[in-house]
């Protein structure tokens, strides 16, 4: 089906089945449905269990939050095309899954290699 069309239904059923289980996940995982600090918390626990290093930093109003997380065990060994589409769906997972938290939260993500920093905030603002 080729690259784009493989990249729109990768990405449209990974952030669906995010938005579909982030409550179980949540549950397991024993983290909270609230805030820009609590889907922090649960991004940074869920990376964690996978075996990635994760740093995470939350704002003293808990309104923004930094979540790196480095080794990106889902692409370890992966290279070129397959790796690209395998992490950008694997990113729309996970926001998907903040996607269905209590509080609308927008997250931006970027790539520095083997690493990602996921930067979260209420919807429509950012840290200035």
């Known amino acids: 089906i080729g690259r784009d069309r493989t990249l729109e239904l990768g ?10 289980q982030y409550m179980h996940m949540a549950n397991a995982l024993g983290c909270e449905d609230g805030d820009v ?11 964690e269990g996978m075996g990635d290093a994760v740093d995470c930093s939350i704002s003293a109003d808990r309104r923004f939050a930094t979540v790196e997380q480095q080794g990106l065990r889902i692409v370890r060994g992966k290279e070129g095309e397959d790796r690209d589409i395998i992490l950008s769906c694997w990113i729309e997972l996970w926001r998907g899954a903040v996607a269905s938290h209590s509080q609308f939260i927008d997250v931006n993500v970027e790539e520095h290699g083997d690493s990602l920093t996921w ?7 950012s840290e200035d």
């Open 119 to 125: 930067r979260l905030s209420p919807c429509g603002e």
């Open 37 to 47: 600090a609590d889907a922090a918390q649960f991004l940074a626990t869920a990376f």
């Open 11 to 20: 990405k449209r059923a990974a952030r669906l089945t995010g938005l579909q």
